[in-house]
């Protein structure tokens, strides 16, 4: 009995978080978008790349442009925050820089 209802329960949550379940079967995709302005580099994961794309322009002041994208665990995304956290500025939010693009649009940019 108690796993059905930590089942459920967790079902619950994730229902919360990812608005319902359309968006909790995606397939699992880090991804990097470009501000066309400061030219600043996201570097994040998600479960659904079109609502995260579309919440992350809400956010933002400038337009962004999605230059890479690749499956991936949210594990592999920290390791590329690791990775470049020389670049770091804030958040997941990296500086420009050729060696970072390079990276970013060295994957399919669509699948």
Partial sequence: MRKH???????NLLRK?????SQIAGPNTIYFLQ???TGMIKIAYCRNLQASIKTAKMYCSEDLTLIGKTSGTINECNKLHSQ??????????????????EFAKSFERWK
């Fill in 5 to 11: 209802i930590n089942s459920a329960f967790t079902s």
């Fill in 17 to 21: 978080r990812y608005n319902g379940p």
């Fill in 35 to 37: 501000g066309d302005i």
């Fill in 84 to 101: 470049f956290s020389h670049l770091r500025a804030h958040d997941d939010w990296f500086h420009s820089d050729i060696e970072l693009i």
